[in-house]
Nanobody, 124 residues
Framework: QVQLVESWGGLVQAGGSLILSCTYSGHTFTSLAMGWFRQAPGKVREFVAAIRWSDGYTFYADSVKGRFTISRDNAKNTVYLQMNSLKPEDTAVYYC?????????????????WGQGTQVTVSS
């Protein structure tokens, strides 16, 4: 059974930084890429960033490009999302997810497994 466990969300003031982590575990390592999505109250879940396990190739939403950095540690089966220059509009529950086919990288429908989510709140 695949499990994704996120951690390190929290509360931060605007302009501050947070880092999220997501550790992948399971009997079979079938993930080709990992993504981060977020969902604010009353809004649809939106793509934030993704990274390919094999070579670290990255994808970003325009809204976070230049502020957020996704990285991975293959030895630990862990991906990170470094979030800098945070804005109140970044407030959301952040989810990590695993993509086994490297399809629809920017769309939630492409992801097979999801973490439980971690709250990020940015105060103004």
């Amino acid at each position: 059974q695949v499990q994704l466990v996120e951690s390190w969300g929290g509360l931060v003031q605007a302009g501050g930084s947070l880092i999220l982590s997501c550790t992948y575990s399971g009997h079979t390592f079938t993930s080709l890429a990992m993504g981060w999505f977020r969902q604010a109250p009353g809004k649809v879940r939106e793509f934030v960033a993704a990274i390919r396990w094999s070579d670290g190739y990255t994808f970003y939403a325009d809204s976070v490009k230049g502020r957020f950095t996704i990285s991975r540690d293959n030895a630990k089966n862990t991906v990170y999302l470094q979030m800098n220059s945070l804005k109140p509009e970044d407030t959301a529950v952040y989810y990590c997810a695993s993509n086994s086919k490297f399809l629809f990288i920017r769309n939630a429908m492409g992801y097979d497994y999801w973490g439980q989510g971690t709250q990020v709140t940015v105060s103004s």
